[in-house]
Every structure is written in structure tokens, then in C-alpha cells.
């Protein structure tokens, strides 16, 4: 490492201890602090890596005040290491307006790449990595959380969501409510721990399986949803003129006049309209 007062954004392991990369740990040893999301639970991370660096904390909470005092110790020329609980920092982790102040305030900011968890369960979930999405942690509100999910029913990428284990049964129904039920679905729970568990099932029969296991109800819970494949072919135009037709008319005959406005299959709107009914 040169001179230059830098932040790293620092990875560390999401469950194994083994995943620590040495890049990782000589920076977090040769730093003049540590900034952590919790600080009793990364001073057992430290402890076990021999790294004796002076921690404070930095976390969602944290005030203009504890952003302040980082920024000043960066400009009177000490590098600043910058951790989370577990794996990348800013993933669904604290730590983006001290990131975004010191580039905007000229300093350098430098990757320690390592663990994360989207990536990971994405690398094991057999469903399509070339494009996805991350939206965090779905609403713990059932009605927000289905509001959520039917906004994405006709998302064509592959959806990564977190989710706390005592909500992940009611995030499977509200799937299967809003998505359909064969719709599949990849829970990827306690990554890299002992009972690391990668379950992918069509999202009805995943939420059964996980309401007839309690321990599937526990630990870090990631779920991974398949893109939508339906209505191929099917133009948004002629989507809206089914959905202005079918508001006022039956299915069955709103689908048949807009294929003759649309020149496609009356089958094909038919079928549309039956996966996805006006809310």
C-alpha cells in the first residue's frame, strides 16, 4: 500500500471465516482505524486474524457528527478501512454517504473485493446471471410487499431479493400470489455456513417446503426469482388496449376484439389476460 490517506471498502466473510482474502487482512492490519457496522461483532473478526487496528463504529444510525470525524482523520493523511457485518460494504449496508464524501472531497476510494451474498447464491441458482437485479429487502408490510412484487411480475431478469427468516414463508405465498405459483423460485439460506442450504422449487411448492421445515425459517435468507417468459411478442400497445377493453368487457370477448385491432392470436391475449387480471 502507498502513502496516499485512502478509504478501502473492505469485504469480509459472510459466514465462512476461511473466505477471508489476505489483501483483506493487510490492509485491515497496516489502516490507522476501522470503521464497522457493529463493533462487538467485528472484533471477533479481528481477533481471529490477529489484527489489532483501533475500531469505531459507522453504521445507518450514525450522525453528521461520526461522518465528520472520519472524514477528518482521511484528511490528515491516515487511511480509513471500512467494513460491514459481513460481506461487500453498501450492499444493502451502511456506508454510502462516507464513500460519496470522499470522492466528492478528492479521496481516493479502493475495492477489497471478497464475499458477497447476491453474487454468490446468484453463482449456485441455475437461473439466468447474464442480466439481474438486487432490490434489497422486500417490505415487511404484506400489502407493500405485494404491491412490490406484482409491479414486477413482467420483469424479464433474474430478481435478487434479501430476506429476513421470519418473513420468508409470507414472501413465498405473496410470490406465488403475485408471480404465480410456477414461477420458480431459489432460496439460498446461510451461505458458506454449516447449514447452507440452495433449495429451487416453483414458488407454491417452495413456500410448502419451507412451512413443512422449521429450520428452513432460520439463518440468512436469500430468494431468487426467475425473469417472466410469457407474452412473448406481445406489443405494450396492444397490452394497454386489452387492458382498456377487458375493464369494461369479459375476457373472453376483450381479447378477441383486440386481436382484430392488433392483428395477434386471440388465444395468446386470451392466456395474458388470465396471468395477469386487472388489480
Known amino acids: 500500500m502507498d502513502n496516499t490517506?485512502?478509504?478501502?471498502?473492505v469485504a469480509t466473510p459472510i459466514g465462512n471465516l476461511s473466505d477471508m482474502v489476505p489483501?483483506?487482512?493487510?490492509?485491515?492490519?497496516?489502516?490507522?482505524?476501522?470503521?464497522?457496522?457493529?463493533?462487538?461483532?467485528?472484533?471477533?473478526?479481528?481477533?481471529?486474524?490477529?489484527?489489532?487496528?483501533?475500531?469505531?463504529?459507522?453504521?445507518d444510525h450514525s450522525s453528521s457528527a461520526d461522518l465528520e470525524r472520519l472524514l477528518a482523520h482521511l484528511r490528515d493523511g491516515k487511511s480509513l478501512a471500512l467494513i460491514s457485518d459481513a460481506g461487500t460494504p453498501l450492499v444493502s449496508d451502511p456506508g454510502y454517504r462516507l464513500v460519496d464524501m470522499a470522492l466528492s472531497e478528492g479521496i481516493k476510494v479502493v475495492p477489497i473485493p471478497g464475499a458477497c451474498a447476491v453474487i454468490a447464491a446468484l453463482s449456485v441458482a441455475g437461473l439466468p446471471s447474464d442480466r439481474f437485479m438486487f432490490e434489497g429487502f422486500l417490505p415487511a408490510k404484506q400489502h407493500a410487499r405485494l404491491a412490490v412484487l406484482k409491479s414486477l411480475q413482467r420483469e424479464r431478469r433474474t430478481m435478487i431479493f434479501y430476506e429476513a427468516p421470519h418473513r420468508i414463508k409470507d414472501s413465498l405465498a405473496d410470490i406465488s400470489a403475485a408471480m404465480g405459483g410456477d414461477r420458480l423460485v431459489v432460496l439460498a439460506r446461510e451461505i458458506t455456513k454449516l447449514y447452507e442450504t440452495v433449495k429451487r422449487l416453483p414458488a407454491a411448492e417452495l413456500h410448502q417446503w419451507v412451512s413443512a421445515d422449521s429450520n428452513q425459517q432460520r439463518g440468512e435468507c436469500v430468494l431468487l426469482i426467475e425473469g417472466f417468459k410469457g407474452d412473448e411478442g406481445i406489443p405494450t400497445a396492444a397490452i394497454e388496449v386489452l387492458n382498456i377493453l377487458r375493464a369494461e368487457l369479459p375476457l373472453k370477448q376483450a381479447a378477441a376484439l383486440c386481436a382484430k385491432i392488433s392483428g395477434l392470436k386471440k388465444n395468446q391475449l386470451y392466456q395474458y389476460g388470465l396471468d395477469f387480471p386487472l388489480q
Open 5 to 9: 490517506p485512502t478509504l478501502y471498502v
Open 23 to 59: 489483501r483483506a487482512i493487510e490492509v485491515l492490519q497496516t489502516v490507522a482505524l476501522i470503521a464497522a457496522e457493529d463493533t462487538r461483532h467485528s472484533r471477533n473478526l479481528l481477533s481471529h486474524f490477529e489484527i489489532t487496528t483501533p475500531l469505531c463504529a459507522y453504521h
